[in-house]
């Protein structure tokens, strides 16, 4: 069985669970030894990220790597097209979410407890920006649901998790708004959302006194 290094309220960690339902992969989720960030987790994972999965004896601690390596060992569901082209687009719709979206959402955490009107304006702009070529990328999207949409869902839920707390104004483009609820739709989605907003949220109460 997959032993996965994780904390309740990481927004990758979530994105890797959505991967493992939606593979019917069973795991053992545990807490990364001493926490994280501590000598006795880079001792075990060097670069000290979160999620890690160790089975028979490889350890991988990179959220596409892990993906890639379930999608290739667990091949049904794909969760990549059969074609290279789509692939490709799949492969860009994580990435823009990993390098370009989840970015502007995570310059704003550091303010959680208290908040900066000013960040919140500037992050509220960029997100709506990144959301506006999100909407722009995903055209007539004729893609299955894949490896690269696994980690919107969570990041949407922090969006709208943040904006009472930050006083976020977010423009959501009609056509993210058509791709999120059908991501939303989608079984092993759902099922994380309905565990991890309830933990996302006592998180965020906490993180604020």
Same mark, same amino acid.
């Given at each position: 069985?997959?032993?996965? !290094?994780?904390?309740?309220? $990481?927004? !990758?960690?979530?994105? @890797?669970?959505?991967?493992?339902?939606?593979?019917?992969?069973?795991?053992?989720?545990?807490?990364?030894?001493?926490?994280?960030g501590?000598?006795?987790?880079?001792?075990?994972?060097?670069?000290?990220?979160?999620?890690?999965?160790?089975?028979?004896?490889?350890?991988?601690?990179?959220s #596409?790597?892990?993906?890639? !390596?379930?999608? #290739?060992? !667990?091949? $049904?569901?794909?969760?990549?097209?059969?074609?290279?082209?789509?692939?490709a687009?799949?492969?860009?719709?994580?990435?823009?979410?990993?390098?370009?979206?989840?970015?502007?959402?995570?310059?704003?955490?550091?303010?959680?407890?208290?908040?900066?009107?000013? @960040?919140?304006?500037?992050?509220?702009?960029?997100?709506?920006?990144?959301?506006?070529?999100l909407?722009?990328?995903?055209?007539?999207?004729?893609?299955?649901?894949? @490896?690269?949409?696994?980690?919107?869902?969570?990041?949407?839920?922090?969006?709208?998790?943040l904006?009472?707390?930050?006083?976020?104004?977010?423009?959501?483009?009609?056509a993210?708004?058509?791709?999120r609820?059908?991501? #939303?739709?989608?079984?092993?989605?759902?099922?994380?959302?309905?565990?991890?907003?309830?933990?996302?949220?006592?998180?965020?109460?906490?993180?604020r006194?």
């Open positions: 069985m997959l032993t996965v !290094y994780a904390i309740p309220p $990481s927004l !990758y960690c979530a994105k @890797l669970r959505i991967t493992l339902r939606a593979k019917g992969v069973a795991w053992r989720e545990v807490l990364p030894p001493g926490g994280y501590s000598a006795d987790y880079k001792a075990l994972v060097p670069s000290g990220n979160l999620p890690a999965v160790q089975v028979d004896g490889l350890l991988l601690a990179d #596409e790597a892990i993906a890639e !390596y379930l999608n #290739e060992v !667990y091949p $049904s569901p794909a969760m990549l097209p059969d074609t290279a082209a789509g692939r687009r799949m492969r860009e719709r994580g990435r823009f979410h990993d390098t370009r979206l989840e970015p502007a959402l995570r310059a704003l955490f550091g303010s959680i407890k208290a908040p900066d009107a000013a @960040l919140s304006a500037a992050q509220s702009g960029a997100i709506s920006e990144r959301l506006a070529q909407g722009r990328m995903l055209g007539a999207d004729d893609l299955a649901f894949g @490896l690269g949409d696994c980690g919107y869902p969570i990041t949407f839920a922090w969006i709208d998790a904006t009472p707390v930050l006083g976020l104004q977010i423009d959501w483009p009609q993210v708004r058509a791709y609820a059908r991501v #939303e739709a989608v079984g092993p989605v759902a099922a994380e959302l309905q565990s991890y907003v309830p933990v996302l949220q006592a998180w965020l109460a906490e993180a006194g």
